[in-house]
């Protein structure tokens, strides 16, 4: 059984000391969860002060995006290295926010302003072969906007991400990564997947998989499920056979609330394995 991985994307939100505080709360939470993988995945401005709060714990830290170079003149980028240095364990690469891919619309967010968001297929892909070559695990996230779902094109778009995102590893590398697939739809807008098609199109990731980097590859390569995901909701998600844990948005920034998250998510785990 593949050991479910739960996620808590913070996006941009929490100071420092907020982030402490969080820790405080939520460790004694999880302290006793088995059956599943947290990890907590706060702004680089807080990675120190986890790093510092989860020592010794069994939650695991994480980076939002990183950079693929090793060092040089790279203005507000993060090597790996880096990430690292800091002790994180795994970092998100090709959020659709990164890519410029909203659920929500914003009035803000003119194509202009859109061009802040510079990730397409090939910088994930680069992005993910730096991670691996530093020891970080990837959670290289894909999934289709409301217009490509309702034009049908949900497989074309998540294969030719997932396809691009692992162009030059190895069938071991794929093993230890994870794909989250996030339909941009359900992302902040508190629609959610169906659980039957969730499962659906992640088990279309894990054939491709098959296909590309043989059996072993696929049946070890952990395929999370993002989108509004809550504790209402969770078990159903982790019941499916295929969903081998959650990307969490919102609902990771109350300690309470993603902890119940992964109580569920543990509960669900436990079922599966009867």
Known sequence: MRTPLIAGNWKMYKTAPEAAAYASQFLPLVAELANVEIALCPPATDLKTLADALGGSQVALGAQDLFWKEEGAYTGMIAPRMLVDLCCRYAIVGHSERRGRFGKADPDLTPEAMA???????????????????????????????????????????????????????????????????????????????????????????????????????????????????????????????????????????????????????????????
């Open 116 to 274: 802040v968001f510079g990730d397409n297929d090939e910088t994930v892909n680069r992005k993910v072969r730096a991670a691996v070559a530093a020891g970080l695990t990837p959670i290289m996230c894909c999934g289709e906007m409301l217009s490509e779902r309702d034009a049908g094109q949900t497989e074309q778009v998540v294969r030719r991400q997932v396809e691009l995102g692992t162009q030059g590893l190895h069938p071991e590398q794929v093993a230890g990564m994870v794909i989250a697939y996030e339909p941009v739809w359900a992302i902040g807008t508190n629609r959610i997947c169906n659980p039957e098609d969730a499962n659906a199109v992640i088990s279309m990731i894990r054939s491709l998989v098959q296909g590309r980097f043989g059996e072993a590859a696929a049946r070890q390569v952990r395929l999370q499920y993002g989108g509004s995901v809550k504790s209402a909701n969770v078990r159903d998600q982790m019941l499916q056979p295929e969903i081998d844990g959650a990307l969490v948005g919102a609902s990771s920034l109350d300690p309470a609330e993603f902890a119940a998250i992964c109580r569920l998510a543990a509960e669900a785990a436990r079922a599966r394995a009867c």
